[in-house]
């Protein structure tokens, strides 16, 4: 493990992780190699460990809306996952039991016997996958709109029903386009790299309620954190791994570990039908005025429900 000032490559911008820890008072960058990837992450406070896990198109910043009250009673650790910041992007790795061993590499490396797990998005498959795998490692589990992968996927569809496609995805029938197009190999980061502002400011407007949440300067950072070709691919091979996921979850008995669900207005339904069959004790919160980045929307209800889970 080293801190960010030990590393002499680091480049220095407004969006680089040295300059961005700023925002986080208290907390350090560290990086750590384990199950055979360099991961970063950053860490804050102290308590019983909360290990945090990000998703798409975002990075460990997603949390700043939450993570310094989080720190006020837990060691908050933040980690980029496999393929995502300035973790590791190797060519292959990205079904979930493998980024959940990355974690648990990451908890045995620390010493940490027990963790809480909390995750959001593709973040949040991880942390289930993690708490599947790993449930000696696992006190509590938390995942916000961002359930493992289960069949359920293969009946998205392809072509949206009429009337549901507007400019904000809708809550009865969500079509989520990009779950097919990061399927694609090669062409996206053909497309993307340095055009990914295009993508996320149009990503933002649709599946939040209030997109103006998402300060500029968050944009920014995701921009820079996936303008480049190989960013994308890792990013990318999250969704591309997910047949592999749906297998692997046939093999996993029902999570025995207290576990919380929060949905936004688009995801809690889906939440509440495919949580219940998996997890033996389960709490659900619906956060109906937040979109999917429910960390900038509704950051005090995300905390409520959180803080009030663990304790």
């Known amino acids: 493990m080293t801190q960010d000032n030990e590393n002499p490559t680091v480049p220095q911008n407004l969006y680089a992780d040295e300059d961005l820890i700023k925002h986080f008072p208290g907390f350090i960058n560290q990086y750590a190699t384990v199950n055979g990837v360099r ?7 102290t308590g019983m460990p909360l290990v945090c896990l990000p998703g798409w198109p975002q990075t460990w910043y997603s949390y700043q809306p939450v993570a310094l009250e989080l720190a006020k009673t ?47 998005d593709i973040g949040g ?64 980061e053909k497309i993307l790299a340095g055009r990914f502002q295009y993508l996320l400011d149009w ?3 649709y599946v939040m309620i209030d997109d103006s949440k ?30 592999q996921d749906i297998d692997d979850a046939k093999t996993y008995q029902s999570l025995a570990m207290p576990v919380l669900g929060i949905g936004s207005y ?8 495919g949580l219940p069959y998996v997890a033996q004790d389960l709490q659900l919160v619906g956060i109906l005025d937040s979109g999917h980045y429910l960390f900038e929307e509704q950051p005090t209800q995300v905390l409520d429900a959180v803080l009030r889970f663990l304790a």
């Not at 400019?167 to 062409?187: C, H, I, S, T």
């Not at 688009?266 to 509440?272: G, H, R, W």
């Open 203 to 205: 990503l933002f407007h």
């Open 74 to 120: 837990y060691r908050v650790l933040i980690v980029d996952i496999r393929g995502m910041g300035r973790s590791a992007k190797p060519q292959s790795g990205y079904d979930k039991k493998t980024m959940a061993a990355d974690i648990a590499a990451l908890v045995q490396q620390l010493g940490l016997m027990k963790v809480h797990i909390m995750g959001h």
């Open 266 to 273: 688009m995801s809690y339904n889906y939440m509440k039908m």
């Open 125 to 188: 498959m991880v942390a289930m996958s993690f708490a599947f795998n790993y449930p000696q490692f696992t006190q509590k589990l938390i995942v916000l709109d961002g359930l493992h992968p289960n069949e359920g996927i293969l009946q998205m569809s392809l072509i949206p029903s009429p009337g549901t496609f507007t400019e904000k995805m809708a809550a009865d029938r969500p079509y989520a386009w990009w779950m097919g197009f990061n399927q694609v190999k090669e062409l996206p």
């Open 39 to 45: 991961l970063h992450y950053v860490e804050g406070g």
């Open 214 to 243: 998402m300060s500029a300067l968050e944009r920014e950072v995701y921009a820079y954190s996936y303008n480049d070709a190989e960013s994308i691919r890792a990013a990318n091979a999250w969704y591309q791994t997910f047949l």
